[in-house]
């Protein structure tokens, strides 16, 4: 018995070694992740500490520790609420908005980036479609409401001009969706192509070559090339979008919402925030965070599932 400890000791010791020899050989890159790690340590390990809020009657002053603990009473009242199930309607909807419009944008205009020979035109355009991003979303509401508004809006004064009344763009509710997506659609399109350059990138070129010795025209080597090659790069992508399901991009919505669009703009982000922040219920908001972490861990799991047993590679 004391030579099986021993072989094992053994054992974890080699493993443990050869675990610091890959390190040691790979020093850079993990040096190069670093800041991530650090990053998810710091703003999502971390922070998970405090869920224990969501099955408590929390109180700032008190703390953690001296708050009433009342299970999961939170969550029944999250259930129970009158919202609840409007907010989720409007949550789902808007998340399944964008993954039927906004989810192949960014592989389409990747494909027709890559198609681009000329290098210097391609950076340009590279360059163009990323600026965007990097506007905020107070700047994108207020170029949306000068562009659609009723009365300052240039599209209804042109289509006032034409002698047609005036569309409310901003306040009627069978347009909010459509108008959130469009929005994400032209903040976000360009940014999301980096990725899917990256893998296409990847391609080895003779294959292409090859493409075109059999006479394979462009569209051809596109299909058959490369979106087998990137089609990983789609799935993992797709996986981890459906983890974000229950999210709803708070400041868009916050900045887009105005009380004649409340019936499909209250979404649990706006719920947690108002009943958490504005109205001091930092247990309820603590609630609908986890809610929607659950949904995401399930969502990811059980597409996981679904694709790796359709055969193709999962996150894990």
Do not use: C
Not at 153 to 170: P, S
Not at 210 to 230: E, F, M, N, Y
Request: glycine share 8%.
């Amino acid at each position: 018995m004391q030579s099986s400890v021993l072989t094992k000791a053994a054992g974890k010791t080699r493993r443990e070694s050869k675990l610091w020899i890959r390190v040691l050989q790979h020093k850079y890159m993990y040096v190069l992740a670093l800041p991530g790690i650090l990053y998810f340590i710091v703003f999502k390990f971390i922070p998970m500490s405090g869920l224990v809020i969501a099955f408590m009657k929390y109180n700032p002053y008190a703390g953690i520790s001296g708050s009433e603990w009342i299970g999961i009473k939170n969550f029944i009242d999250l259930f129970a609420d009158s919202k609840f199930y409007l907010m989720l309607r409007n949550t789902f909807a808007i998340n399944i908005f964008g993954l039927i419009f906004m989810f192949p944008l960014p592989i389409f205009l990747a494909l027709m980036l890559n198609e681009v020979r000329h290098d210097v035109f391609k950076r340009v355009n590279q360059s163009i479609v990323y600026l965007p991003h990097f506007l905020s979303w107070v700047v994108v509401a207020s170029m949306t409401f000068f562009i659609l508004s009723s009365d300052v809006g240039i599209v209804n004064k042109l289509i006032a001009e034409a002698g047609r009344e005036r569309i409310t763009f901003l306040s009627n509710p069978n347009y909010f969706w459509a108008l959130l997506t469009s929005q994400n659609m032209w903040k976000e399109a360009g940014w999301g192509t980096i990725i899917f350059l990256a893998a296409m990138a990847g391609v080895d070129p003779q294959r292409y070559e090859a493409a075109v010795v059999d006479g394979a025209s462009r569209w051809r080597q596109i299909w058959h090339i490369t979106l087998p090659a990137i089609r990983p790069t789609i799935i993992i992508l797709l996986i981890l979008r459906l983890g974000h399901m229950a999210d709803v991009g708070f400041e868009q919505v916050l900045l887009m919402t105005n009380p004649l669009v409340m019936s499909v703009a209250e979404v649990f982000d706006t719920y947690a925030y108002s009943i958490g922040i504005l109205k001091g219920q930092i247990s309820v908001g603590v609630t609908v965070g986890m809610f929607k972490g659950i949904v995401g861990l399930v969502l990811v799991m059980a597409s996981n599932y679904i694709v790796k047993k359709m055969g193709h590679e999962g996150i894990y």
